[in-house]
Nanobody, 114 residues
C-alpha cells in the first residue's frame, strides 16, 4: 500500500482557482488509477476526477470544463487544477490510488466562499 500526501487546499472566493497536489510513496503499477474524491458536509464521498497510467481521464459532470487532472508517472504525482470554483465545490478533497490496494490520503480542505 502506498502513502499519499496531499497539499494545496485553502480558502478561495467563488470564481477563483486552486491547485491540489498529491505525492505517492511506494511502487505504483501501470494498471493503477489515480484520482481525487471529495466529501462535502452531510454528503457522501464522490469521485471528482480520475486518470489512468496511460492518461485517460474522467470527470464528474459537475466539474467538467472547470477542473483538470494531471498525472506524472515518473514522479508518482497527481494534481487537480480547479478553476471557476463554486461554493458547492467546498469539501474535503482526498487523493486516491487504486491499484493492488486502494490507498487514500488524509484529505485537504477546500472552502469556496460566495
Amino acid at each position: 500500500q502506498v502513502q499519499l500526501v496531499e497539499s494545496g487546499g485553502g480558502l478561495v472566493q467563488a470564481g477563483g482557482s486552486l491547485r491540489l497536489s498529491c505525492v505517492a510513496s511506494g511502487s505504483i503499477s501501470r494498471f493503477s488509477t489515480m484520482g481525487w474524491y471529495r466529501q462535502g458536509s452531510e454528503k457522501q464521498r464522490e469521485l471528482v476526477a480520475a486518470i489512468t497510467f496511460g492518461g485517460s481521464a474522467n470527470y464528474a459532470d459537475s466539474v467538467k470544463g472547470r477542473f483538470t487532472i494531471f498525472r506524472d508517472n515518473a514522479k508518482n504525482t497527481v494534481s487537480l487544477q480547479m478553476n471557476s470554483l463554486k461554493p458547492e465545490d467546498t469539501g474535503i478533497y482526498y487523493c486516491n490510488v487504486r491499484d493492488i490496494f486502494d490507498s487514500w490520503g488524509q484529505g485537504t480542505q477546500v472552502t469556496v466562499s460566495s
